[in-house]
């Protein structure tokens, strides 16, 4: 997993609550990415940044929000607004000369 | 936008024989195609990546392939070990493109 940690493993939500997924990177590395997995679906886009106080939309952005207000830190966090939030959330990170990309360990998040 | 296929979603190998996974890719203009292998729970990791300048590379039991042609590329692992059940993911990338397309993943289960 690299020099990348995620938090909490486990995060068990009601419905109706935002919660925030931490992700950390000590890797000096200028792009940090987050993806939903879901069973049968891979890996889809949610967010990315490439540099600090930016993000884009990646494919399935409605219903969560960002911040890079650092280099190492990208959190995420699910909004009420996002209709089925249950799954397995991974943070990337990649250096800017487009090698690959490293992943944490995820959360898993459940919606009680 | 860019669109990876994945086959087969499921393989099942006996221990010692070979494995083969198949992708196709929709931009002509891909040029960038990593495999990650996920185990259980865990974030995925690149097992080897390829691009669109060369036609084969190996490291050891883990061998991929590319044609360009046909837009498809292939994960090949010979002498199966145990540790080697998991699933493997498959990605292509533009040069220049920040966001990698992944395929929808193929669970290996190699029988002792």
């Known amino acids: 997993d690299g020099g990348i940690t995620q938090s909490p493993k486990y995060l068990f939500r009601k419905e109706g609550q935002n919660v925030t997924l931490s992700c950390e990177q000590n890797l000096n590395h200028d792009a940090m990415y987050w993806y939903r997995q879901d069973p049968g679906q891979g890996l889809r886009l949610i967010y990315y940044s490439q540099i600090v106080n930016d993000f884009q939309k990646g494919d399935i952005a409605e219903g969560y929000s960002v911040s890079r207000e650092k280099k190492e830190s990208f959190p995420l966090t699910v909004t009420s607004a996002q209709k089925n939030p249950t799954a397995f959330y991974l943070c990337a990170s990649m250096p800017s000369s487009y090698n690959e990309q490293f992943f944490g360990p995820g959360t898993r998040l459940t919606v009680l | ?112």
Do not use: M
Not at chain 2, 45 to 55: A, C, E, K, P, Y
């Open chain 2, 1 to 112: 936008g860019e669109n990876v296929e994945q086959h087969p979603s499921t393989l099942s190998v006996q221990e010692g024989d070979s494995a083969v996974i198949k992708c196709t890719y929709s931009d002509s203009a891909s040029n960038y195609f990593p495999w990650y292998k996920q185990e259980l729970g865990k974030g995925p990791q690149l097992i080897i990546d390829i691009r669109s300048n060369v036609g084969e590379k190996k490291d050891q039991r883990i061998a991929v392939t590319l044609n360009k042609t046909a837009k498809h590329f292939s994960l090949h692992i010979t002498e199966t070990q145990p540790e080697d059940s998991a699933v493997y993911f498959c990605a292509a990338r533009n040069f220049g493109n920040e966001k990698l397309t992944f395929g929808t993943g193929t669970r290996l289960t190699i029988i002792p």
